[in-house]
Nanobody, 120 residues
Framework: QVQLVESGGGLVQPGGSLRLSCVAS????????MTWYRQAPGKERELVAG????????NYLDSMKGRFTISRDNAKNTVYLQMNSLKPEDTAVYYC?????????????WGQGTQVTVSS
């Protein structure tokens, strides 16, 4: 049974920081690309950041560059999202996703999400 469990969300003031974690089980974590998405009320889910299976390459939504950092620890089956200089518009539910392609087959799994609220 595959599980992705996010944690670390909460209420933070503008300009503050949070670190989200996503722990995976039931998969060979080191074989999966990991991504963070977010979904604000009334908006579509959007990709925030991604990291390759070995952690060598990363990508970010432009508005996140310089503020958010994605990292992973394959020994702990965990991916992180360090979020700094948070803004009210960062308020959303943040989800992690694990995905890989084997041949022509795609495998992907989602976590249940963690709420991030940026407000004074």
């Amino acid at each position: 049974q595959v599980q992705l469990v996010e944690s670390g969300g909460g209420l933070v003031q503008p300009g503050g920081s949070l670190r989200l974690s996503c722990v995976a089980s039931g998969i060979t974590f080191s074989s999966y690309t990991m991504t963070w998405y977010r979904q604000a009320p009334g908006k579509e889910r959007e990709l925030v950041a991604g990291i390759s299976s070995a952690g060598i390459s990363t990508n970010y939504l432009d508005s996140m560059k310089g503020r958010f950092t994605i990292s992973r620890d394959n020994a702990k089956n965990t991916v992180y999202l360090q979020m700094n200089s948070l803004k009210p518009e960062d308020t959303a539910v943040y989800y992690c996703k694990a995905e890989r392609r084997v041949g022509i087959s795609d495998y992907s799994y989602w976590g249940q999400g963690t709420q991030v609220t940026v407000s004074s």
